[in-house]
Nanobody, 124 residues
């Protein structure tokens, strides 16, 4: 399984971006999916996750009400719609897949595959 993120870039505070993650070498509906991020000099942290069907999601408190995770199993694509971005959201964003289709939650322990990351930079 390979995961490739896209959609990162530079945006002003208050702006929006949509990240995409394309899964190849497998079927997206077999996996729970998630997004994590890592800012410089910080540890990687959970952002959001979604079970295989898309019917249940979990978001970090820091992004609730601003970020929406979604998936299109027919296209093998995962999304992260980010709005009201702030400089504190600046980080490398990683797509993640877990073989337990129900089980990612907020834990890296349930991640089996990682993407290479895409940089999001929010200017003030």
């Amino acid at each position: 399984v390979q995961l490739v993120e896209s959609g990162g870039g530079l945006v002003q505070a208050g702006g929006s971006l949509r990240l995409s993650c394309a899964l190849s070498g497998g079927t997206l509906s077999s996996y729970a999916m998630g997004w994590f991020r890592q800012a410089s000099v910080k540890e990687r942290e959970f952002v959001a996750s979604i079970i295989w069907s898309g019917t249940r999601t979990k978001e970090a408190d820091s992004v609730k009400g601003r970020f929406i995770i979604s998936r299109d199993n027919a296209k093998n694509l995962l999304y992260l719609q980010m709005s009201s971005l702030a400089p504190g959201d600046t980080a490398v964003y990683y797509c993640a897949a877990g073989r337990d289709p129900y089980g990612m939650g907020a834990s890296e322990g349930h991640v089996d595959y990682w993407g290479q990351g895409t940089q999001v930079t929010v200017s003030s």
